[in-house]
Structures are given as structure tokens and as C-alpha cells.
């Protein structure tokens, strides 16, 4: 059911495994939306590319998740609102799918660790990242971006460390 | 089980709304030279925290294991210029071999 309101795999599960742990509502919430708070600046860089009436902005922005906003990147702040919206009904699908697949048959599965199935979304993401890194700015960016977050990451909450390392681009800008 | 509802629902709106701002707010209309600049260093620098984030974090804590062989293995993938799926299916692999033998 979240997977059908909530179009955002990270911030699902960082809500679960708190009520999981027993933790408090309100915590559960406030992890969630920090972690889905770096949909505001991927938004905004997005906001030139999608144009018509504003219901239709609005559907197109809720198909936003990492990776049809990085799949449809063209690079240099670019990106093809057709990639996106195709990507982003595609992943929506599949994500609501897989989900009842896991609710009913997760049991079977196993650990998803010894499958090696944690290691998919670093991948995913490099692989995202790979195109967009042929020049020395972005690269420098992607590894400062990349610092910051693991520098934070033992000291804040989860979503933090990420929405942190947008202030990298802050930094590139100006070298 | 009420609390798992009020959760999904809040979310789920908060979500929406996050989304929505940028492009109900600028939408259709190009950003000023400097700003674009800066968003279009912002994929990068996100991509490359997600990136880190995944490979080493867990929860607060920062670890090394068998995850880094996946990322290798992807790296080596994507120099090979492999399309994403097989990066992907080489990362989870190289992983679960790893945590196989080890």
C-alpha cells in the first residue's frame, strides 16, 4: 500500500524499520520526509523542462524518483521530460508489482543479503552516475558530494548526509 | 496498526507535496545562468552521495564488506561499457559470491 501512495523505495523503508524497532510515529515520519526532502532540489532542477497546464506538472513530478530523474539527464543541467515520465510510469509499476510479490512471497526468499541484493543499489546508482562524470567538474562534485555524506552519516539521521551533499554542487560552481 | 496508516499517509502526502514544488512553482520557464549552473551540478553531487551512502552506510554506521566487491564489479561493468542491467546483476553476483566464500 505505501508503494502505491509513496513513490520513493528509500524513504519506505526507512519509515518501516523504525516501526519495525518499535520506534515512535513521529520519528517514523520525520526520517521519511528527510529522506525524500532531495526531491525539493531535483525538482527544481527540473522545473524548466516540464511545461503544459498545472495538473499535468503536477502527475509528471510525482513519477520523480532517482532513477528516472537521473535516467533522463542529458547532462549539463539538461533533461528529456519524454524519458521521464516513461521511465517514471514504468518504475511505478514494477515497484507496486514487486511489492505484492514480496508481501506474498517474501517468506521464500530468504535473506536478500546472500543473493548479494544490497549491493544492487550502489551499482545502480554508479551506473547512473557514470555518464555524467567524463568532465573534471562533475566528477570533482560527484566526489565531494560523496564525502560529505559518509562524514555525516555517523552523525546525523538517515536523509540527512544525502540532502547535505547537495551543497557540493554549491561548491563546484564557485571552483 | 493504526500507526502504520497515519505513517503511510502523512508520508505519502508530505511526498506529493515535496515533489510537486519545483515544477508547480517554476515550471516551463527556464532558470537564470546561475542557477543553472548549480543544478547542473546537482545530479552529480546527489548521485555521488547515493552512491557512497549505499556501498558503505549502515543505518549511522560506516562499514567495509562484501558490498565493495559488488561496486567493483560494477566499475569494471561499466568500463567494459556493459548496458545497466548487467552492472547491476554483476554487483548483486560478485556480492553474493563474496559473502559465499567468506
Known amino acids: 500500500m505505501m508503494s502505491a501512495t509513496t513513490f520513493a523505495g528509500s524513504a519506505q523503508f526507512a519509515a518501516a524499520s523504525i516501526l519495525g524497532d518499535g520506534g515512535r510515529v513521529a520519528a517514523a515520519v520525520a526520517a ?140 563546484g560552481v564557485r571552483r | 496498526m493504526s500507526s502504520v496508516w497515519l505513517v503511510v499517509g502523512v508520508v505519502g502526502l508530505g511526498t506529493v507535496v515535496i515533489k510537486a514544488a519545483g515544477p508547480m512553482l517554476l515550471g516551463g520557464r527556464p532558470l537564470p545562468a546561475r542557477a543553472t549552473g548549480i543544478v547542473e551540478l546537482l545530479a552529480p553531487a546527489l548521485l555521488g552521495a547515493l552512491v557512497a551512502t549505499q556501498a558503505l552506510g549502515d543505518g549511522r554506521a560506516l562499514v567495509l564488506d562484501e558490498r565493495l566487491f559488488g561496486l567493483a564489479a560494477a566499475g569494471i561493468a561499466l568500463w567494459w561499457k556493459a548496458p545497466m542491467l548487467v552492472v547491476v546483476v554483476a554487483a548483486a553476483a560478485a556480492t553474493a559470491l563474496a559473502r559465499a566464500v567468506m
Do not use: M
Not at chain 1, 64 to 85: H, T
Not at chain 1, 108 to 129: E, K, N, Q, R, V
Open chain 1, 32 to 171: 521519511a520526509l528527510l529522506l525524500n526532502a532531495r526531491y525539493a532540489p531535483i525538482g527544481v532542477s527540473l522545473a524548466p523542462w516540464l511545461d503544459g497546464p498545472r495538473w499535468r506538472r503536477f502527475l509528471h513530478a510525482q513519477l520523480v524518483v532517482d532513477e528516472s530523474w537521473a535516467i533522463s539527464a542529458r547532462g549539463e543541467g539538461r533533461y528529456d521530460p519524454r524519458i521521464l515520465v516513461g521511465a517514471g510510469l514504468l518504475l511505478y509499476v514494477a515497484w507496486v508489482a514487486g511489492t505484492a510479490v514480496g508481501a506474498i512471497g517474501g517468506q521464500a526468499l530468504g535473506d536478500p543479503a546472500t543473493l548479494g541484493l544490497d549491493a544492487a543499489f550502489p551499482a545502480l546508482f554508479l551506473a547512473l552516475l557514470a555518464p555524467q562524470v567524463r568532465r573534471r567538474k562533475p566528477l570533482f562534485v560527484a566526489l565531494l558530494g560523496g564525502t560529505i555524506a559518509l562524514a555525516l552519516t555517523p552523525f546525523t539521521p538517515p536523509g540527512v548526509p544525502i540532502i547535505a551533499a547537495s551543497v557540493a554542487c554549491l561548491l
